[in-house]
């Protein structure tokens, strides 16, 4: 990282400048508190946050508030629970692999993590049924060498490189035809519930005096000279605007990040460097097979070499499963209504899935897709990858923000390592660093995952 020291005094100027009279007549709050830590946004990654930060604080989370909109996390602004729930280690960055491998022991242990003291117990039912990656180029086949000899030196023992022939053994229902080398999480890799893991997170961080708010943020207040935020006017549910005093916020909003920075910013044109988060649609199909033979009984989540993805959802007897696949580039727009996100884009399953689907798995040549919905996808335009670091223009943001499709699977160690960053202000169980914002300024290189799908 370089030295930006007087470069970054003189951004903090200009931006203070321009949100003076912005924030001058911003606040309406009519109650005040002192908070240690806001974080915003109650998903994966803020309840994450919450949960690490009071558990590294010997299980005292007073001073943390958790300000969510929607409690039930059942609208379209909660992503997690609209996803396929999975989770891989077959990533080609370390840091993404490292990640997921503490993801998958969370998971593995969560009955135990999140048990509340008055028995209370969540099961996010981590389904470990494998990841299944295929290549059907030279390149392709190159460079799933190349992730599987990283992944492997970052500690991955059960992931295995199948030839066509161990292929068609071990997925007797899969076309080969054209697949050189496919790569197999056998364990660790899978799918699980969500919305268990939110509520889980929330019930243990609650349990250890962290506190959530029904409510959202509407302004903000900051110190001219360092850019420190001072204060976040919160409006809750009953109405009432409480101006919370405030240490540290964290910014957990997943695909409403950017709103939330522009806002604690004072406004839309204020950061100089804002926040590259955009709102993206994804949709996922739910189908059933209607034939008797060649079916997958328990599918892997199977990754094409199309990025047509799809798994089993339920019991191998119901033939069911889900399928997804992310639109071309040129027919991916931000979204800001959403009332976009009412229905599926039918002509994805149509023009690309389905075809797809029926040439990797023939008995999919008979299937009927029995539902589809719709949900928002927190995309960095800068490298599909997170951004974990603070706001050189606003020093107490923390920015959680950018996962673009990780963001579920990676938020136990996001968490932990929000509360590192904190607490201590560097990384200490890993080093993170590689998701600075200095890309974001153009004073790194963007960072490239080569598994994205």
């Not at 002192?34 to 994966?44: A, H, Q, S, V």
């Not at 280690?89 to 135990?112: C, H, K, P, V, W």
């Not at 540290?248 to 909003?253: F, R």
């Not at 804002?274 to 994804?282: A, F, I, Y």
Request: proline content about 4%; glycine content about 10%.
């Amino acid at each position: 990282m370089r030295n930006n020291t007087g470069r970054l005094v003189a951004l903090r100027s200009a931006t203070a400048a321009k949100r003076q009279l912005i924030q001058a007549l911003s606040s309406s709050a009519t109650k005040a508190t002192t908070t240690d830590t806001l974080i915003i946004g109650g998903g994966p990654v803020g309840s994450s946050s919450a949960y690490h930060l009071a558990r590294q604080r010997g299980g005292n989370g007073s001073g943390i508030v958790v300000v969510e909109k929607d409690p039930t996390y059942q609208s379209r602004n909660c992503s997690a629970v609209y996803s396929a729930g999975g989770i891989r280690q077959q990533f080609s960055l370390t840091e993404n692999i490292n990640m997921s491998l503490y993801g998958r022991d969370f998971l593995r242990g969560a009955d135990d993590l999140l048990a509340t003291k008055d028995g209370e117990h969540y099961d996010v039912q981590f389904k470990e049924h494998g990841y299944l990656f295929l290549a059907g180029t030279e390149s392709g086949r190159n460079q799933m060498v190349k992730n599987h000899n990283t992944q492997v030196e970052a500690g991955c023992k059960d992931i295995k490189l199948l030839d066509t022939d161990e292929l068609r053994s071990q997925f007797p229902w899969l076309n080969t035809e054209d697949i050189l080398l496919g790569s197999y999480g056998e364990k660790g890799e899978g799918w699980f519930d969500p919305h268990a893991l939110i509520m889980g997170l929330k019930a243990k961080a609650i349990e250890m005096g962290v506190k959530y708010v029904h409510g959202t943020p509407v302004a903000a207040k900051s110190e001219e000279s360092s850019g420190k935020v001072l204060s976040v006017d919160i409006e809750e549910k009953n109405g009432d605007i409480v101006a919370h005093n405030i240490n540290y916020a964290v910014n957990a909003a997943g695909a409403q990040a950017e709103g939330v920075m522009n806002l604690l910013a004072g406004g839309p044109e204020v950061l100089k460097y804002p926040l590259p988060v955009k709102p993206r649609k994804r949709c996922i199909f739910f189908f059933h097979c209607a034939v008797n033979e060649g079916v997958p009984p328990v599918a892997p989540l199977t990754v094409d070499p199309s990025f047509v993805y799809f798994r089993s959802e339920g019991s191998g007897e119901n033939a069911t499963f889900l399928c997804g696949v992310s639109p071309a580039h040129d027919q991916d727009p931000d979204i800001y209504n959403h009332g976009a996100l009412d229905g599926a884009d039918h002509h994805l399953f149509e023009n690309i899935i389905w075809p797809a689907l029926f040439h990797r798995v023939p008995a999919f040549g008979d299937i009927k897709v029995r539902s589809s919905w719709a949900g928002l996808y927190e995309y960095n335009v800068i490298d599909q990858n997170g951004i974990i670091a603070f706001h050189p223009e606003m020093t107490n943001i923390l920015m959680l923000n950018g996962f673009s499709g990780h963001g579920l699977q990676q938020s136990p160690a996001v968490g932990r390592a929000a509360a590192e960053l904190i607490d201590s202000g560097r990384f200490e169980s890993l080093d993170l660093s590689i998701f600075s914002f200095d890309r974001c300024m153009g004073l790194a290189e963007p960072v490239l995952e080569e598994g994205i799908v």
